[in-house]
């Protein structure tokens, strides 16, 4: 198993940044890829973004694209980032992140992962 705990939700206004974290203590999440997917009231989860572990590549939604950043901490290497700028009122939703134990480029489909955290809410309105 691995303990994946997301953090860094809040309530944020239209055009307001967050930073969210995607921790597995114990774990180096170096060997895994991540990703980050969200789901909203009444919708499908949907992928966000994923960075692959074998070549550091990294995938984004349209949607996000321009907006979200992946990253891993280089120094910490249980922690996966999520930046999210210029955020929207359809950004909101809980976020989850994922790994992915299979050496391969990372997708944003749900069923490449096996492990998954509990989400975090992420709210934009004024």
């Known amino acids: 198993q691995l303990p994946l705990v997301e953090s860094g939700g809040g309530l944020v206004q239209p055009g307001g940044s967050l930073r969210l974290s995607c921790t597995a203590s114990?774990?180096?999440?170096?060997?895994?890829?991540i990703a980050w997917f969200r789901q909203a009231p009444g919708k499908e989860r949907e992928g966000v973004s994923c960075?692959?572990?074998?070549?550091?590549?990294?995938?984004y939604a349209n949607s996000v694209k321009g907006r979200f950043t992946i990253s891993r901490d280089n120094a910490n290497q249980d922690t996966v980032y999520l930046h999210l700028n210029s955020l929207k009122p359809e950004d909101t939703a809980v976020y989850f992140c994922?790994?992915?134990?299979?050496?391969?480029?990372?997708?944003?489909?749900?069923?490449?992962?096996?492990?998954w955290g509990q989400g975090t809410q992420v709210t934009v309105s004024s």
């Open positions: 960075i692959s572990a074998s070549s550091g590549s990294t995938n």
């Open positions: 114990g774990f180096t999440l170096d060997y895994y890829n």
């Open positions: 994922a790994a992915d134990s299979v050496f391969r480029t990372c997708l944003l489909t749900s069923y490449e992962y096996q492990y």
